[in-house]
């Protein structure tokens, strides 16, 4: 290297370590309005979150930052989480909004390690839906609800004028209880952990954007919502060394990668032939520009596992039909700090960055 | 997956990788410019510089539609969507590109319906489902995408869908690589032809770049395979002592291009006198308006526009970017100031964009990437 090359890679170097430190700055909500791109799961809801709900409504449960709260209710642990479900068409191959808005707050509580109990279910109609339909999504619900083993305990409805909602949304919250000392987290992940991927990526969000009908494309394809529930049971019973679960919904599996690099202040280096990608998934991403990595999962989730451990997480999950191409895709590393690097395919190495902006709004 | 992987597999890289070093004369560095975005993008995406030496630069070009649109535009195409009754449909990438007054995505937040279409011939089966509204589609591109714009302006003609419009932002390759070859700038080696375009124009038009300038240029695929085998062909060309016009992509460029789509071109669009371009200032001859012929059709004659022409922020250095004169990373504002979530310019904005697509992806230099993977 020259004398002038070695200059210009230390120029570069220093301006990198800027961007760094900028990117590790709090956020600054720039906007004047909500865009879409806030509601997307990836930097723009985080920079949402950190500017307007934090700094007034933070508490200790809150700021943990994880998908839900924890904490102590006459000395039984109890998880808590909320979720909203705005998704369109309503009805898709594979299931409805009914089944995600089961199986999504069910999830939130199964990556906390609870054990998912009661739910509520608020809706928000728009005058003129038809009762057959609102009929076949609550009959999606109960039984999503009865599979997940919870019970939907209380409820709300509201109508507004035609035009001033999109047919129907749903929110559910749920509680879940939390046997045994066991806790998990992001802040418990440490480096040389194991990242696995419980099964094939991105079947939900490119099912339910093909459904909308918008691009002229087929495949046999169908939303992999599911409770998580049974598969997380047997998962944590089989591998002690389980430090962090969560759920890969809207933002990807990318997101989450990023999400716990940053928490746990490690690098995550990830093998992108590792990732188990459908080949109609792969495709329809192919022709649409977007990473399959970002695409949005419902039955799907990442965990960090003491290496030790590998082989009896693996074990446990490849004994569930939905936990079958479960994989190791990656793992946690010292170096680089709050990074996640990615080996392609092609054999090159390149940034694995959170999401920005929204591909697919309006996915769950 | 079929005709995809055969293009990104790693032994093959690893047999082009060696030919390239190979062919590298001792001593010498070698700076080629990739004119396309899409390029840009691959390389970026599969981490394509792992497999290239030190001494082998690929520079990033002006080929990237988002990018050399002008702020002014921008704002154009918000005032129209701003009128009553309108729909303005774009191309995804346009959402987000930074006018004077916020992006469309901001418009969209004021009340605007600005929608996202994947071809302009779902912008006007819009137009057929909503004849009470005008619909406009926002056509951004090279010859690359100029004829599907082409085929739709028939189309609406031929079906008389009278509430259809095309604001027209079609741009044309050569002007911009000539200005690039005619800049005081200029130190490249080569160039890696943009492979889209040239399915339409074909080969034969870069032969000036080869006869008056001197320079190598091979038309190039957008696998990352298809990029190693053009940086091969251009320093086999170096290494030979020739300046030719090559074609790597033969399985789809055809050599004198695509006559139908040139036809269609040419009877629906017009070459402007001259059309601004983001950071490149006013290029003469560069750029398309719809054709007299189809008047009824062009948002400009129909909408009466600000038409204000909009300085580029003073921090912002997209210019020197899109030349290749500077690195990305080299821009006082790049990653700090300006970043994807928030661009202050258009290369940060399309993931064709070389600031977009060396923050996304190449945040980190390759040397300390390989010190990283390997400890």
């Known amino acids: 290297m020259s004398a002038g090359e070695a200059v210009a890679a230390d120029r570069e170097r220093a301006v990198l370590d800027a961007i760094e430190r900028t990117r590790r700055a709090r956020p600054r909500l720039k906007e004047d309005r909500v865009v879409l791109a806030h509601g997307a799961g990836g930097k723009a809801t985080h920079t949402l979150i950190e500017a307007v709900f934090m700094p007034v409504l933070g508490n200790p449960a809150l700021q943990a930052r994880e998908d839900q709260a924890v904490f102590e209710v006459g000395g039984a642990s109890i998880a808590f989480t909320t979720d909203t479900f705005v998704v369109s068409p309503l009805f898709f191959p594979g299931g409805s909004i009914g089944d995600l808005a089961i199986n999504g707050t069910v999830n939130d509580l199964a990556m906390s390690g609870a054990r998912p109990l009661y739910l509520s279910a608020g809706f928000v109609l728009e005058e003129g839906f038809p009762i057959a339909d609102l009929r076949r999504i609550v009959a999606d619900m109960g039984a999503a609800a009865a599979a997940a083993g919870v019970s939907v305990v209380t409820g709300d409805t509201k109508v507004v004028q035609r035009g001033k909602a999109d047919g129907c949304y749903v929110n559910t919250a749920g509680v879940g209880l939390l046997e045994g000392e066991r806790r998990l987290g992001a802040d418990r992940i440490r480096p040389g952990d194991a990242l696995i991927v419980s099964g094939g990526v991105g079947d939900h969000g490119v099912t339910v954007m093909l459904a909308r009908g918008e691009l002229d494309l087929q495949a046999d394809l169908a939303s992999d919502t599911i409770s998580l529930y049974p598969m997380v049971r047997d998962l944590l019973t089989a591998a002690p060394g389980v430090r962090c679960l969560r759920d890969a919904t809207r933002g990807g599996v990318a997101t989450i990668l990023n999400e716990w690099a940053v928490a746990a202040g490690c690098g995550i280096v990830a093998d992108e032939d590792a990732v188990p990608v459908r080949a109609e998934v792969r495709g329809a991403c192919e022709i649409l520009g977007i990473d399959p990595l970002y695409v949005a999962c419902e039955g799907r989730f990442l965990a960090a596992v003491d290496p030790a451990d590998v082989d009896a997480a693996l074990a446990a999950l490849h004994r569930h039909p939905d936990g079958r191409d479960a994989a190791v895709i990656g793992h946690t590393k010292e170096e680089p700090p709050g990074l996640v690097l990615l080996r392609t395919g092609f054999g090159g190495t390149r940034v694995l960055d959170m999401l920005i902006g929204d591909p697919l709004p309006r996915i769950c | ?375």
């Open chain 2, 1 to 375: 997956m079929r005709f995809v992987d055969e293009y990104r597999d790693a032994e093959t890289a690893q047999v082009a990788s060696a030919q390239i070093t190979a062919l590298c004369e001792p001593g010498r560095s070698y700076r080629f410019m990739e004119v396309c975005g899409g390029h840009t993008h691959t390389i970026y995406k599969h981490g394509l510089e792992d497999y290239l030496p030190e001494s082998v630069q690929l520079v990033h070009g002006p080929g990237c539609p988002v990018c050399v649109i002008p702020m002014g535009r921008v704002d154009d195409a918000i005032a129209i969507a701003e009128q009553p009754g309108v729909i303005l449909t774009c191309f995804g990438d346009m959402m987000r590109v930074p006018g004077g007054n916020g992006s469309f995505f901001d418009a969209t937040a004021r009340g605007a319906d600005i929608r996202m279409v994947y071809s302009p011939l779902d912008a006007l089966k819009i137009a057929k489902a909503n004849p009470d509204k005008r619909v406009v589609f926002m056509a951004i591109g090279f010859e690359t995408t100029a004829p599907s714009t082409a085929i739709t302006l028939r189309r609406a003609a031929a079906d008389r869908v009278d509430n259809f419009s095309v604001f027209c932002n079609h741009v044309t390759i050569l002007p911009a690589i000539k200005a690039i070859l005619d800049s005081p700038d200029m130190r490249l080696d080569g160039f890696l032809g943009p492979g889209h375009v040239s399915t339409v124009i074909g080969c034969r038009p870069y032969e000036f770049i080869a006869a008056d300038y001197h320079r190598p240029i091979v038309v190039a695929g957008f696998e990352p395979l298809d990029l190693l085998a053009s940086v091969v062909m251009l320093l086999t060309q170096l290494r030979e002592g020739r300046c030719a016009v090559e074609n790597q992509y033969t399985r789809v460029v055809p050599w004198d291009g695509n006559p139908l789509a040139l036809d269609a071109i040419a009877e629906t669009m017009v070459l402007r006198p001259h059309f601004e371009w983001r950071g490149l200032g006013f290029i003469s001859h560069s750029a398309l308006s719809v054709h007299p012929d189809y008047a009824a059709f062009d948002a400009e004659r129909i909408f009466e526009l600000p038409g204000i022409r909009v300085a580029d922020p003073k921090s912002c250095q997209c210019g020197e970017v899109l030349k290749g004169v500077i690195n990305p990373w080299e821009c006082k504002v790049f990653g700090t100031a300006c970043t994807p979530e928030t661009p202050i310019g258009t290369c940060m904005v399309s993931s064709e964009g070389a600031c977009a697509a060396y923050y996304n992806f190449g945040r980190f230099t390759r040397r300390r990437v390989r010190q990283e993977i390997a400890g």
